[in-house]
C-alpha cells in the first residue's frame, strides 16, 4: 500500500498489527511493530536519529536546542506538581448538555485545566488559546482538516498572540504560559506563542481523546447488565481503553539518509499495532478492563501510551490522574449516555472514536466499592 495510505482507519492498523515481521518498509518510511525495537529505537541518541520531539520546536526550529528542551520539560513538571495543578484533580466538573464526540473530550479538559493553562491572564489571551483549541487542536489535530489550513490558521492566532505575550511575567500564578515565559529569553517574539500553544496541544489534546476512549469503551455493556465503568476500577478502565484505542497510536523518528544533505527517512514506531497484536497480547481486540491489576502502574513492554526514552510524556502521571478523576467523577455524578456511530474510529494527528452524540445528565449516586 502506498505510503499516504498507511494509516487513515483502524483496518489498515490492524492489518499492521497481523504483520509478520516486526519491521517492514512502506514507501519511503520504515514501519516497526516489535515492542524491543520500538524500544530501543525510541532510545536511541542524536547520533542515530534526528533529535526530535512532538512539542518542544517550532516551525523555525525543528526541533528546539537540547538545553532548551530539558529546561522545558522541567518547568512542565514542575507545574503539573503544584497545589494548583493537583487541585483541578480533586473534583473536575463537567457541563452538562448535549454534544458531540471527536471534540467533546479537549473542550471538557481544556475546561478543568483552563487555570493551570491560562485562567488569570488577559482574557484576550484566554480567547486566543480557546480559539487555538478549537480551530487547530480539534479541528486538525482530532477531526483531521488538512495540514495546510491547519498551518494558515495557527500561524494567524500566534501572531496575534505575540503581541500579547510579549509583556508578561512568568511570576503570576503557576500557569503554561509561565512555562513558555520562563524560557522566553532563548525564543523570539514569534516562537513563543508557538511554544505556548504546543503546550495546550500537549495537554488537552491527547488527554481530551483519551477520556473520550475511555467512555466510548467503558460504557459498554459487559454482558451481566452493567458497564465496565460501573464494574471495573477507574484505572483499569483507562489502562484498557489505552491499550485498545491509545490517542497517541504513533512515534515517528527521523533517521538521516546516508550520503544526504539535511534528507531523512521516517521511522514510524507503531505503538497502536503492538497494543492490537496477537503477539503481544491475550485476545487483543476484546476489551478486558480485568486484565490489569489495578491501582498498580503497568509496566509490560508490550504498553506504550505514552511514547518511551526521549519520547515519553514528561507530564504522563498528571494526565493518568486527571483522567482518573474525570471518569470517576462522571460515574459517580453524572448520568452520561453515547449515541449510536456507523463511522469506524479513525487515525488522524491523533487516534480518536467514531463521532457521535454524547448527553450528559447531572446525577449523583452513592460510591462504589470495588
Given at each position: 500500500?502506498?505510503?499516504?495510505?498507511?494509516?487513515?482507519?483502524?483496518?489498515?492498523?490492524?492489518?499492521?498489527?497481523?504483520?509478520?515481521?516486526?519491521?517492514?518498509?512502506?514507501?519511503?518510511?520504515?514501519?516497526?511493530?516489535?515492542?524491543?525495537?520500538?524500544?530501543?529505537?525510541?532510545?536511541?541518541?542524536?547520533?542515530?536519529?534526528?533529535?526530535?520531539?512532538?512539542?518542544?520546536?517550532?516551525?523555525?526550529?525543528?526541533?528546539?536546542?537540547?538545553?532548551?528542551?530539558?529546561?522545558?520539560?522541567?518547568?512542565?513538571?514542575?507545574?503539573?506538581?503544584?497545589?494548583?495543578?493537583?487541585?483541578?484533580?480533586?473534583?473536575?466538573?463537567?457541563?452538562?448538555?448535549?454534544?458531540?464526540?471527536?471534540?467533546?473530550?479537549?473542550?471538557?479538559?481544556?475546561?478543568?485545566?483552563?487555570?493551570?493553562?491560562?485562567?488569570?491572564?488577559?482574557?484576550?489571551?484566554?480567547?486566543?488559546?480557546?480559539?487555538?483549541?478549537?480551530?487547530?487542536?480539534?479541528?486538525?489535530?482530532?477531526?483531521?482538516?488538512?495540514?495546510?489550513?491547519?498551518?494558515?490558521?495557527?500561524?494567524?492566532?500566534?501572531?496575534?498572540?505575540?503581541?500579547?505575550?510579549?509583556?508578561?511575567?512568568?511570576?503570576?500564578?503557576?500557569?503554561?504560559?509561565?512555562?513558555?515565559?520562563?524560557?522566553?529569553?532563548?525564543?523570539?517574539?514569534?516562537?513563543?506563542?508557538?511554544?505556548?500553544?504546543?503546550?495546550?496541544?500537549?495537554?488537552?489534546?491527547?488527554?481530551?481523546?483519551?477520556?473520550?476512549?475511555?467512555?466510548?469503551?467503558?460504557l459498554k455493556n459487559t454482558g451481566d447488565g452493567s458497564s465496565f465503568i460501573a464494574k471495573y476500577p477507574v484505572r483499569a478502565v483507562m489502562d484498557e481503553s489505552q491499550r485498545l484505542a491509545p490517542a497517541a497510536w504513533k512515534l515517528i523518528r527521523e533517521q538521516p539518509i546516508e550520503g544526504v544533505e539535511n534528507q531523512f527517512r521516517h521511522v514510524v514506531l507503531m505503538t497502536s499495532a503492538v497494543h492490537r497484536s496477537s503477539r503481544n497480547w491475550t485476545a487483543p481486540l476484546q476489551f478486558r478492563p480485568d486484565r490489569w491489576d489495578a491501582p498498580s502502574t503497568p509496566t509490560t513492554p508490550n504498553f506504550l501510551p505514552f511514547g518511551r526514552g526521549a519520547m515519553l510524556c514528561p507530564a504522563r502521571q498528571f494526565a493518568l490522574d486527571i483522567l482518573c478523576a474525570s471518569l470517576e467523577a462522571l460515574r459517580d455524578n453524572y448520568r452520561v449516555e453515547l449515541g449510536r456511530s456507523r463511522t469506524i474510529p479513525r487515525a488522524h494527528i491523533l487516534f480518536v472514536p467514531p463521532r457521535r452524540r454524547i448527553t450528559i445528565r447531572r446525577d449523583p449516586r452513592e460510591p462504589r466499592e470495588y
Amino acid at each position: 500500500m502506498r505510503e499516504k495510505n498507511l494509516y487513515g482507519d483502524l483496518r489498515r492498523i490492524d492489518r499492521i498489527a497481523s504483520h509478520g515481521s516486526s519491521s517492514f518498509r512502506n514507501g519511503g518510511a520504515s514501519i516497526v511493530v516489535s515492542p524491543s525495537e520500538i524500544d530501543a529505537i525510541a532510545r536511541a541518541d542524536d547520533s542515530q536519529f534526528r533529535p526530535q520531539t512532538a512539542f518542544f520546536r517550532t516551525h523555525s526550529r525543528d526541533p528546539l536546542p537540547k538545553d532548551l528542551r530539558r529546561d522545558l520539560r522541567k518547568e512542565l513538571i514542575r507545574l503539573v506538581n503544584t497545589s494548583d495543578a493537583q487541585t483541578t484533580v480533586l473534583d473536575p466538573e463537567f457541563e452538562t448538555g448535549s454534544f458531540m464526540t471527536q471534540g467533546w473530550g479537549v473542550e471538557a479538559i481544556y475546561q478543568i485545566l483552563l487555570p493551570i493553562i491560562c485562567g488569570h491572564r488577559d482574557p484576550d489571551l484566554q480567547a486566543l488559546t480557546h480559539e487555538y483549541v478549537r480551530r487547530v487542536v480539534v479541528a486538525s489535530s482530532v477531526r483531521g482538516f488538512r495540514k495546510k489550513a491547519r498551518t494558515v490558521v495557527s500561524e494567524d492566532i500566534w501572531a496575534r498572540m505575540a503581541n500579547l505575550m510579549a509583556n508578561l511575567s512568568s511570576n503570576e500564578q503557576p500557569d503554561l504560559v509561565g512555562v513558555a515565559l520562563k524560557v522566553s529569553d532563548r525564543l523570539t517574539k514569534r516562537e513563543l506563542p508557538e511554544v505556548y500553544s504546543r503546550l495546550v496541544l500537549s495537554m488537552v489534546g491527547f488527554t481530551g481523546v483519551a477520556l473520550e476512549w475511555a467512555l466510548t469503551l467503558g460504557l459498554k455493556n459487559t454482558g451481566d447488565g452493567s458497564s465496565f465503568i460501573a464494574k471495573y476500577p477507574v484505572r483499569a478502565v483507562m489502562d484498557e481503553s489505552q491499550r485498545l484505542a491509545p490517542a497517541a497510536w504513533k512515534l515517528i523518528r527521523e533517521q538521516p539518509i546516508e550520503g544526504v544533505e539535511n534528507q531523512f527517512r521516517h521511522v514510524v514506531l507503531m505503538t497502536s499495532a503492538v497494543h492490537r497484536s496477537s503477539r503481544n497480547w491475550t485476545a487483543p481486540l476484546q476489551f478486558r478492563p480485568d486484565r490489569w491489576d489495578a491501582p498498580s502502574t503497568p509496566t509490560t513492554p508490550n504498553f506504550l501510551p505514552f511514547g518511551r526514552g526521549a519520547m515519553l510524556c514528561p507530564a504522563r502521571q498528571f494526565a493518568l490522574d486527571i483522567l482518573c478523576a474525570s471518569l470517576e467523577a462522571l460515574r459517580d455524578n453524572y448520568r452520561v449516555e453515547l449515541g449510536r456511530s456507523r463511522t469506524i474510529p479513525r487515525a488522524h494527528i491523533l487516534f480518536v472514536p467514531p463521532r457521535r452524540r454524547i448527553t450528559i445528565r447531572r446525577d449523583p449516586r452513592e460510591p462504589r466499592e470495588y
